[in-house]
Protein backbone atom coordinates (compact mmCIF):
# COMPACT_ATOMS: atom_id res chain seq x y z
CA UNK A 1 0.00 0.00 0.00
CA UNK A 2 1.13 3.47 -0.88
CA UNK A 3 0.14 6.84 0.71
CA UNK A 4 -1.02 9.60 -2.55
CA UNK A 5 -1.42 13.52 -1.23
CA UNK A 6 -2.21 11.88 2.45
CA UNK A 7 -5.05 8.49 1.07
CA UNK A 8 -4.01 5.05 1.55
CA UNK A 9 -4.56 3.71 -1.87
CA UNK A 10 -3.45 0.34 -3.62
CA UNK A 11 -0.34 -0.16 -5.65
CA UNK A 12 -0.86 1.63 -9.03
CA UNK A 13 -4.43 2.93 -7.87
CA UNK A 14 -5.53 6.34 -9.04
CA UNK A 15 -6.99 9.26 -6.90
CA UNK A 16 -10.84 8.94 -7.82
CA UNK A 17 -13.58 11.42 -6.70
CA UNK A 18 -16.71 9.63 -6.04
CA UNK A 19 -20.55 10.73 -5.48
CA UNK A 20 -21.77 8.54 -2.11
CA UNK A 21 -23.39 5.27 -2.85
CA UNK A 22 -26.44 6.39 -1.60
CA UNK A 23 -26.26 9.89 -3.50
CA UNK A 24 -29.84 10.51 -5.43
CA UNK A 25 -29.39 12.38 -8.61
CA UNK A 26 -30.53 15.63 -8.70
CA UNK A 27 -33.55 16.61 -8.50
CA UNK A 28 -36.10 19.32 -10.15
CA UNK A 29 -38.29 20.80 -7.03
CA UNK A 30 -41.04 23.23 -8.49
CA UNK A 31 -42.21 25.84 -5.99
CA UNK A 32 -46.08 27.02 -6.84
CA UNK A 33 -45.58 30.39 -5.47
CA UNK A 34 -42.51 30.79 -7.84
CA UNK A 35 -44.37 29.11 -11.05
CA UNK A 36 -47.22 31.38 -10.64
CA UNK A 37 -45.19 34.49 -10.45
CA UNK A 38 -41.77 35.56 -11.65
CA UNK A 39 -39.23 37.36 -9.50
CA UNK A 40 -39.43 41.32 -10.41
CA UNK A 41 -36.29 43.37 -10.05
CA UNK A 42 -36.36 47.16 -9.60
CA UNK A 43 -33.99 49.20 -11.39
CA UNK A 44 -32.70 50.17 -7.83
CA UNK A 45 -32.10 46.10 -6.86
CA UNK A 46 -30.69 44.87 -10.34
CA UNK A 47 -27.96 48.13 -11.58
CA UNK A 48 -26.09 48.03 -8.68
CA UNK A 49 -25.72 43.88 -9.10
CA UNK A 50 -24.78 44.53 -12.99
CA UNK A 51 -22.41 47.00 -12.48
CA UNK A 52 -20.99 44.84 -9.81
CA UNK A 53 -20.95 42.07 -12.45
CA UNK A 54 -19.14 44.32 -14.93
CA UNK A 55 -16.50 45.45 -12.32
CA UNK A 56 -15.77 41.33 -11.47
CA UNK A 57 -15.33 40.20 -15.46
CA UNK A 58 -13.16 43.39 -15.69
CA UNK A 59 -10.71 41.91 -12.81
CA UNK A 60 -10.73 38.02 -13.77
CA UNK A 61 -10.38 39.27 -17.52
CA UNK A 62 -7.05 41.95 -16.62
CA UNK A 63 -4.42 39.59 -17.46
CA UNK A 64 -5.58 39.20 -21.32
CA UNK A 65 -6.91 42.90 -21.47
CA UNK A 66 -3.32 43.98 -20.49
CA UNK A 67 -1.65 41.67 -23.00
CA UNK A 68 -4.20 42.92 -25.99
CA UNK A 69 -3.54 46.86 -25.12
CA UNK A 70 0.17 45.98 -25.48
CA UNK A 71 -0.47 44.17 -28.59
CA UNK A 72 0.82 40.51 -27.45
CA UNK A 73 -0.30 37.41 -27.72
CA UNK A 74 -0.73 35.35 -24.34
CA UNK A 75 0.24 31.68 -24.62
CA UNK A 76 -1.95 30.59 -21.92
CA UNK A 77 -5.17 32.95 -21.62
CA UNK A 78 -5.40 33.72 -25.59
CA UNK A 79 -6.98 30.19 -24.95
CA UNK A 80 -10.34 31.14 -23.36
CA UNK A 81 -11.24 33.97 -26.23
CA UNK A 82 -9.56 31.62 -29.09
CA UNK A 83 -11.08 27.68 -28.27
CA UNK A 84 -14.18 29.60 -26.76
CA UNK A 85 -14.48 32.13 -28.94
CA UNK A 86 -16.27 34.91 -27.12
CA UNK A 87 -16.00 38.94 -26.32
CA UNK A 88 -15.18 40.86 -22.88
CA UNK A 89 -18.30 42.60 -24.08
CA UNK A 90 -20.18 39.22 -23.67
CA UNK A 91 -18.82 38.92 -20.00
CA UNK A 92 -19.41 42.16 -19.06
CA UNK A 93 -23.22 42.06 -19.55
CA UNK A 94 -25.10 41.11 -16.81
CA UNK A 95 -28.52 38.44 -17.19
CA UNK A 96 -30.19 37.40 -14.56
CA UNK A 97 -31.54 34.23 -15.70
CA UNK A 98 -34.43 32.74 -17.12
CA UNK A 99 -37.91 33.40 -15.04
CA UNK A 100 -36.61 37.11 -13.60
CA UNK A 101 -38.57 40.74 -14.85
CA UNK A 102 -36.24 43.18 -14.96
CA UNK A 103 -38.02 46.91 -14.67
CA UNK A 104 -36.58 48.90 -16.63
CA UNK A 105 -37.80 52.25 -15.12
CA UNK A 106 -39.68 53.49 -12.24
CA UNK A 107 -41.18 56.16 -14.64
CA UNK A 108 -40.21 59.04 -12.45
CA UNK A 109 -37.20 61.67 -12.16
CA UNK A 110 -33.62 59.77 -12.04
CA UNK A 111 -35.37 56.67 -13.75
CA UNK A 112 -31.42 55.24 -15.36
CA UNK A 113 -31.10 55.93 -19.07
CA UNK A 114 -26.93 54.93 -19.08
CA UNK A 115 -25.40 51.63 -17.88
CA UNK A 116 -23.73 51.56 -14.59
CA UNK A 117 -21.52 49.05 -15.69
CA UNK A 118 -19.22 51.78 -18.24
CA UNK A 119 -17.46 51.12 -21.37
CA UNK A 120 -15.35 47.88 -21.56
CA UNK A 121 -11.98 49.23 -20.78
CA UNK A 122 -10.41 47.42 -23.32
CA UNK A 123 -12.67 49.18 -25.87
CA UNK A 124 -14.77 47.73 -28.90
CA UNK A 125 -14.06 44.49 -29.34
CA UNK A 126 -12.95 42.58 -33.02
CA UNK A 127 -15.81 40.92 -34.39
CA UNK A 128 -15.83 37.41 -33.90
CA UNK A 129 -17.62 33.48 -34.34
CA UNK A 130 -19.79 32.98 -31.70
CA UNK A 131 -18.86 29.74 -29.74
CA UNK A 132 -18.55 26.33 -30.74
CA UNK A 133 -21.51 23.85 -31.11
CA UNK A 134 -24.49 24.24 -33.58
CA UNK A 135 -24.84 28.17 -33.89
CA UNK A 136 -26.29 30.10 -37.05
CA UNK A 137 -23.06 31.99 -38.97
CA UNK A 138 -22.83 35.27 -36.96
CA UNK A 139 -24.78 34.82 -34.32
CA UNK A 140 -23.96 36.26 -30.95
CA UNK A 141 -24.38 34.00 -27.64
CA UNK A 142 -25.60 36.87 -25.40
CA UNK A 143 -28.87 37.48 -27.64
CA UNK A 144 -27.64 40.96 -28.87
CA UNK A 145 -27.89 42.02 -31.95
CA UNK A 146 -24.74 44.59 -32.39
CA UNK A 147 -27.24 45.83 -35.54
CA UNK A 148 -30.15 47.40 -33.38
CA UNK A 149 -28.62 47.09 -30.14
CA UNK A 150 -26.84 49.80 -27.90
CA UNK A 151 -25.08 48.48 -24.92
CA UNK A 152 -24.66 51.91 -23.21
CA UNK A 153 -28.41 51.43 -22.66
CA UNK A 154 -30.00 49.27 -20.14
CA UNK A 155 -33.89 49.97 -21.72
CA UNK A 156 -32.40 48.64 -25.16
CA UNK A 157 -32.77 45.16 -23.47
CA UNK A 158 -36.26 45.01 -25.15
CA UNK A 159 -34.31 44.56 -28.43
CA UNK A 160 -32.50 41.56 -27.70
CA UNK A 161 -32.67 38.70 -29.14
CA UNK A 162 -35.07 36.22 -27.34
CA UNK A 163 -36.81 39.04 -24.99
CA UNK A 164 -39.84 40.30 -24.45
CA UNK A 165 -41.52 43.36 -23.07
CA UNK A 166 -43.67 42.78 -19.71
CA UNK A 167 -45.39 44.69 -17.50
CA UNK A 168 -43.82 46.39 -14.53
CA UNK A 169 -46.67 45.93 -12.67
CA UNK A 170 -47.01 41.95 -11.16
CA UNK A 171 -51.07 42.80 -11.10
CA UNK A 172 -51.37 43.88 -14.93
CA UNK A 173 -51.75 41.00 -17.77
CA UNK A 174 -48.11 39.89 -18.59
CA UNK A 175 -48.91 39.10 -22.26
CA UNK A 176 -47.28 38.59 -25.22
CA UNK A 177 -48.45 41.31 -27.65
CA UNK A 178 -47.48 44.14 -24.30
CA UNK A 179 -46.58 47.22 -26.25
CA UNK A 180 -42.48 47.38 -27.03
CA UNK A 181 -42.97 51.45 -27.54
CA UNK A 182 -43.09 51.53 -24.14
CA UNK A 183 -41.75 48.59 -22.25
CA UNK A 184 -41.99 49.16 -18.66
CA UNK A 185 -39.89 45.58 -17.77
CA UNK A 186 -38.04 43.18 -19.90
CA UNK A 187 -37.67 39.07 -19.72
CA UNK A 188 -36.49 35.96 -21.23
CA UNK A 189 -38.89 34.79 -23.58
CA UNK A 190 -38.22 30.85 -22.67
CA UNK A 191 -40.81 30.15 -26.14
CA UNK A 192 -38.76 31.57 -27.97
CA UNK A 193 -35.46 30.96 -26.55
CA UNK A 194 -36.56 26.66 -26.96
CA UNK A 195 -37.70 27.24 -30.59
CA UNK A 196 -34.02 28.13 -31.29
CA UNK A 197 -32.04 26.28 -28.30
CA UNK A 198 -34.58 23.60 -27.49
CA UNK A 199 -31.92 20.47 -28.91
CA UNK A 200 -28.91 22.50 -26.94
CA UNK A 201 -30.88 22.59 -24.14
CA UNK A 202 -31.07 18.82 -23.86
CA UNK A 203 -27.89 18.08 -25.40
CA UNK A 204 -26.21 20.41 -22.60
CA UNK A 205 -28.94 18.60 -19.08
CA UNK A 206 -28.06 14.75 -20.67
CA UNK A 207 -24.28 15.62 -20.79
CA UNK A 208 -23.80 17.77 -17.56
CA UNK A 209 -25.93 14.82 -15.21
CA UNK A 210 -24.31 12.31 -16.95
CA UNK A 211 -20.93 13.46 -16.40
CA UNK A 212 -21.71 14.71 -12.62
CA UNK A 213 -23.27 11.24 -11.86
CA UNK A 214 -20.20 9.40 -13.03
CA UNK A 215 -17.23 8.97 -10.82
CA UNK A 216 -14.70 10.96 -11.68
CA UNK A 217 -10.89 9.56 -12.42
CA UNK A 218 -7.55 10.66 -12.21
CA UNK A 219 -4.01 9.78 -13.16
CA UNK A 220 -3.85 11.21 -16.72
CA UNK A 221 -1.20 14.27 -15.43
CA UNK A 222 -2.36 16.34 -18.34
CA UNK A 223 -0.07 14.23 -20.57
CA UNK A 224 -3.02 15.49 -23.27
CA UNK A 225 -0.79 18.48 -24.03
CA UNK A 226 2.61 15.79 -24.17
CA UNK A 227 0.32 13.85 -26.75
CA UNK A 228 -0.46 16.68 -28.89
CA UNK A 229 3.29 17.02 -29.69
CA UNK A 230 4.42 14.17 -29.67
CA UNK A 231 7.16 13.12 -32.12
CA UNK A 232 6.75 16.57 -34.21
CA UNK A 233 9.98 16.62 -34.67
CA UNK A 234 10.40 13.49 -36.07
CA UNK A 235 7.51 14.12 -38.47
CA UNK A 236 9.27 17.40 -39.61
CA UNK A 237 5.82 19.07 -38.22
CA UNK A 238 5.61 22.40 -36.47
CA UNK A 239 4.62 22.15 -33.18
CA UNK A 240 1.46 24.01 -31.28
CA UNK A 241 2.71 26.45 -29.69
CA UNK A 242 5.45 28.73 -29.63
CA UNK A 243 6.68 28.50 -26.30
CA UNK A 244 10.19 26.37 -26.61
CA UNK A 245 9.39 22.75 -25.13
CA UNK A 246 10.70 22.51 -21.31
CA UNK A 247 12.54 19.33 -22.15
CA UNK A 248 13.11 19.77 -25.60
CA UNK A 249 12.03 16.96 -28.23
CA UNK A 250 13.79 14.18 -27.18
CA UNK A 251 12.65 14.42 -23.54
CA UNK A 252 9.16 14.98 -23.94
CA UNK A 253 8.71 12.10 -26.00
CA UNK A 254 10.27 9.87 -23.57
CA UNK A 255 7.40 11.09 -20.80
CA UNK A 256 4.91 9.95 -23.49
CA UNK A 257 6.95 6.97 -23.93
CA UNK A 258 7.23 6.19 -19.87
CA UNK A 259 3.48 7.08 -18.82
CA UNK A 260 0.08 5.75 -19.81
CA UNK A 261 -1.76 7.67 -21.78
CA UNK A 262 -5.73 7.71 -20.59
CA UNK A 263 -7.43 10.78 -22.47
CA UNK A 264 -11.16 10.39 -21.66
CA UNK A 265 -12.13 13.75 -23.73
CA UNK A 266 -12.20 13.57 -27.19
CA UNK A 267 -11.45 17.48 -27.95
CA UNK A 268 -8.29 16.86 -26.32
CA UNK A 269 -7.78 13.34 -28.60
CA UNK A 270 -8.52 14.37 -31.56
CA UNK A 271 -5.59 16.91 -31.29
CA UNK A 272 -3.62 14.36 -30.65
CA UNK A 273 -0.29 13.54 -33.06
CA UNK A 274 -0.55 10.30 -35.01
CA UNK A 275 2.05 8.81 -33.53
CA UNK A 276 0.27 9.29 -30.13
CA UNK A 277 -2.88 7.88 -30.83
CA UNK A 278 -2.38 4.76 -30.64
CA UNK A 279 -0.82 5.42 -27.24
CA UNK A 280 -4.47 6.38 -25.93
CA UNK A 281 -6.00 3.17 -23.95
CA UNK A 282 -9.27 5.07 -24.57
CA UNK A 283 -11.11 5.77 -27.59
CA UNK A 284 -13.36 8.84 -26.84
CA UNK A 285 -15.21 9.95 -29.94
CA UNK A 286 -18.11 12.74 -30.01
CA UNK A 287 -20.99 10.17 -30.54
CA UNK A 288 -19.60 8.76 -26.87
CA UNK A 289 -18.90 12.15 -24.92
CA UNK A 290 -21.83 12.05 -23.01
CA UNK A 291 -20.93 8.12 -21.76
CA UNK A 292 -17.50 8.77 -21.48
CA UNK A 293 -16.90 12.71 -19.79
CA UNK A 294 -16.17 12.50 -16.47
CA UNK A 295 -15.76 15.61 -13.82
CA UNK A 296 -11.57 14.65 -13.15
CA UNK A 297 -10.89 15.74 -16.47
CA UNK A 298 -9.56 19.37 -16.68
CA UNK A 299 -10.84 19.85 -20.25
CA UNK A 300 -14.41 19.07 -19.50
CA UNK A 301 -14.60 21.32 -16.79
CA UNK A 302 -13.06 24.08 -18.31
CA UNK A 303 -16.34 23.63 -21.42
CA UNK A 304 -18.40 24.54 -18.14
CA UNK A 305 -17.70 27.63 -19.61
CA UNK A 306 -18.54 26.96 -23.33
CA UNK A 307 -22.02 25.37 -22.14
CA UNK A 308 -23.02 29.11 -20.41
CA UNK A 309 -22.14 30.73 -23.39
CA UNK A 310 -23.97 28.01 -25.54
CA UNK A 311 -27.41 28.80 -23.14
CA UNK A 312 -26.41 32.83 -23.61
CA UNK A 313 -29.18 35.07 -21.75
CA UNK A 314 -30.63 32.58 -20.11
CA UNK A 315 -27.42 31.83 -17.44
CA UNK A 316 -27.20 34.12 -14.85
CA UNK A 317 -24.54 36.38 -14.80
CA UNK A 318 -22.92 35.04 -11.67
CA UNK A 319 -22.79 31.75 -13.00
CA UNK A 320 -20.99 32.75 -16.16
CA UNK A 321 -18.37 34.10 -14.66
CA UNK A 322 -17.74 31.53 -12.27
CA UNK A 323 -17.44 29.18 -14.90
CA UNK A 324 -15.22 31.56 -16.77
CA UNK A 325 -13.15 31.81 -13.41
CA UNK A 326 -12.90 27.94 -13.32
CA UNK A 327 -11.32 27.77 -16.63
CA UNK A 328 -9.31 30.56 -16.44
CA UNK A 329 -7.71 28.74 -13.27
CA UNK A 330 -7.38 25.20 -15.08
CA UNK A 331 -6.01 26.99 -18.14
CA UNK A 332 -3.05 28.23 -16.03
CA UNK A 333 -2.55 24.54 -14.38
CA UNK A 334 -2.94 23.03 -17.90
CA UNK A 335 0.00 25.18 -19.29
CA UNK A 336 2.30 24.55 -15.91
CA UNK A 337 1.72 20.97 -16.40
CA UNK A 338 2.47 20.69 -20.19
CA UNK A 339 5.62 20.14 -22.05
CA UNK A 340 6.42 24.15 -22.77
CA UNK A 341 8.47 26.25 -20.81
CA UNK A 342 6.05 29.22 -19.48
CA UNK A 343 8.26 30.53 -17.43
CA UNK A 344 8.02 33.84 -18.86
CA UNK A 345 4.75 34.07 -17.38
CA UNK A 346 5.60 33.69 -13.83
CA UNK A 347 4.38 30.35 -14.02
CA UNK A 348 7.11 27.34 -12.36
CA UNK A 349 6.63 24.13 -14.03
CA UNK A 350 4.12 21.60 -12.74
CA UNK A 351 6.96 18.60 -13.80
CA UNK A 352 4.06 15.48 -14.00
CA UNK A 353 7.59 13.21 -14.92
CA UNK A 354 8.07 13.58 -11.42
CA UNK A 355 6.58 11.56 -8.60
CA UNK A 356 6.28 15.29 -6.49
CA UNK A 357 4.37 16.43 -9.83
CA UNK A 358 2.14 13.76 -10.65
CA UNK A 359 0.75 14.07 -6.56
CA UNK A 360 0.39 18.19 -6.86
CA UNK A 361 -1.19 17.12 -10.63
CA UNK A 362 -3.87 15.25 -8.31
CA UNK A 363 -4.63 17.34 -5.52
CA UNK A 364 -4.81 20.13 -7.59
CA UNK A 365 -7.39 18.07 -10.02
CA UNK A 366 -9.26 16.94 -7.17
CA UNK A 367 -10.13 20.46 -6.31
CA UNK A 368 -11.12 21.34 -9.73
CA UNK A 369 -13.77 18.44 -9.99
CA UNK A 370 -15.29 19.51 -6.74
CA UNK A 371 -15.80 23.31 -8.03
CA UNK A 372 -16.75 21.51 -11.63
CA UNK A 373 -19.22 19.37 -9.98
CA UNK A 374 -20.54 22.52 -7.97
CA UNK A 375 -20.77 24.18 -11.03
CA UNK A 376 -22.67 21.26 -12.75
CA UNK A 377 -25.48 21.14 -10.61
CA UNK A 378 -26.22 25.28 -10.94
CA UNK A 379 -25.95 24.43 -14.59
CA UNK A 380 -28.39 21.76 -14.34
CA UNK A 381 -30.78 24.27 -12.61
CA UNK A 382 -30.81 26.36 -15.51
CA UNK A 383 -31.98 23.99 -17.82
CA UNK A 384 -34.34 22.64 -15.84
CA UNK A 385 -35.48 25.82 -15.39
CA UNK A 386 -36.16 26.39 -19.14
CA UNK A 387 -37.31 23.13 -20.17
CA UNK A 388 -39.87 22.55 -17.02
CA UNK A 389 -41.12 25.53 -17.23
CA UNK A 390 -43.02 27.43 -20.41
CA UNK A 391 -44.45 31.05 -20.34
CA UNK A 392 -48.11 31.56 -20.87
CA UNK A 393 -49.76 34.40 -19.06
CA UNK A 394 -46.55 35.22 -17.18
CA UNK A 395 -42.75 33.84 -17.04
CA UNK A 396 -42.13 31.18 -14.39
CA UNK A 397 -39.49 29.99 -12.45
CA UNK A 398 -38.29 27.28 -11.14
CA UNK A 399 -36.61 26.48 -7.82
CA UNK A 400 -34.40 22.99 -8.06
CA UNK A 401 -32.64 21.62 -5.15
CA UNK A 402 -29.54 19.56 -6.20
CA UNK A 403 -27.29 17.08 -4.50
CA UNK A 404 -23.86 18.01 -4.07
CA UNK A 405 -20.87 16.08 -4.64
CA UNK A 406 -18.45 14.35 -2.21
CA UNK A 407 -14.85 14.05 -2.58
CA UNK A 408 -13.22 10.76 -1.43
CA UNK A 409 -10.48 8.61 -2.45
CA UNK A 410 -10.94 5.39 -4.29
CA UNK A 411 -9.09 2.98 -6.59
CA UNK A 412 -9.85 3.67 -10.66
CA UNK A 413 -8.49 4.63 -13.82
CA UNK A 414 -7.06 7.90 -15.24
CA UNK A 415 -9.21 10.28 -17.30
Not at 288 to 293: A, L, S, Y
Given at each position: ??????????????????????????????????????E????????????A?A???????????????????????????????????????????????????????G??????T??D???????????????????????????????T?????????????????????????????????????????????????????????????????????????????????????????????????????????????????????????????????????R???????????????????????????A??????????????????????????????????????????????Y??????????????????????????????????????????????????????
Amino acid sequence: MSTVLGETTAPGARGTVVRPADAAPAQVLRSPERLRSPERLRPAEWLPVAAAHARRADELTAVWRAARAAGRKHAIEDFLFTYYPTRITHLRRWHPGAGVVLVLSDGGPGAPTADPTGPDPAGPDPAGPGPVGPEPAGSDPTGLDPATSDPTDPEDRTAWRWHRSVAADPDAPDTPDADPAAPDAVTLDLDAFLADRGDTVRYVRDLLSATAARPGTFGCFGLHEWAMVYRDRDAGRDQRHPLPLRLGHAGTDAVVESNPVRCSHFDAFRFFTPEATGRNQLRPTRATQVGMEQPGCLHANMDLYKWCLKLGPAVPGDLLLDAFELARDIRWTDMAASPYDVSEYGVAALEIETSQGKAEYVRRQREYARRSNDLRYRLIEVCDTVLGTRPRTSTAATSIATQPSTVTAQNGTAS
